[in-house]
């Protein structure tokens, strides 16, 4: 089936009965399926995907079933058969200007990468179902390690008193499952820190505010 442009000065790139409505001038649809520019969303764009829409000016959807209410707004959503509107959610998001992804998947930016494999060497994601960021930790980019106390233990500290923030652990990073270390947390002034015996498999740290 066509798709129908009911403003003179919009466009839509292809596709399947993707509409524009009146009044969303200067808008347009890159192309997919059942993508929709309201009235009253000038300037805006649907990028692509389906089941998406902008009722907004200046706002951008793209995705599945994305939905940009809000002036200035990006909307991106991912393939959950779901709609995403966050302006109406009561949860943060979807207001003036602001950017929002649904990624039940995790986001993932990698600022450095392995020169021969292109594997992430530095950067920062919140995995599926996480709600806190962590960082790419490139083992080969380190250097100058050395035993550090005559009792085999290593000593993971961070500044004191970095109040609200607390130490978590998780043996693989691939999950969600951070926990409470068992170490007991000491604090000289300078430096809050634990002592860490050495363990069967991995181990990973990072603080988290709470």
Not at 122 to 130: F, P
Not at 149 to 154: F, K, L
Request: aromatic share 10%.
């Amino acid at each position: 089936m066509f798709s129908t442009v009911r403003s003179g000065t919009s466009a839509i790139g292809g596709g399947e009965q993707n509409l524009i409505r009146e009044t969303a001038d200067h808008s347009v649809i890159a192309g997919g399926y059942q993508n929709a520019a309201l009235p009253g969303a000038t300037y805006s764009a649907v990028l692509g995907g389906k089941l998406n829409s902008v009722s907004a000016s200046c706002a951008i959807a793209a995705g599945q079933r994305a939905k940009a209410q809000a002036l200035g707004s990006f909307v991106w959503a991912d393939s959950t058969a779901l709609d995403y509107a966050p302006l109406g959610y009561s949860a943060a998001g979807g207001i003036n200007n602001s950017f929002n992804l649904r990624a039940s998947g995790g986001v993932y930016f990698a600022t450095a990468v392995n020169s021969s494999t292109g594997e992430p060497t530095a950067g920062t994601y919140v995995s599926s179902g996480g709600s806190g960021w962590n960082t790419y930790c490139d083992r080969d980019a380190k250097t100058n390690f050395s035993d550090v106390d005559a009792t085999d233990t290593v000593m993971v500290y961070w500044p004191s008193p970095s109040t609200g923030f607390n130490p978590q652990v998780n043996t693989n990073l691939a999950t969600t499952n951070w926990v409470t270390p068992a170490e007991t947390v000491q604090d000289n002034g300078s430096i809050k820190y634990m002592l860490v015996s050495p363990p069967a498999g991995n181990r990973f740290y990072r603080l988290k505010n709470q």
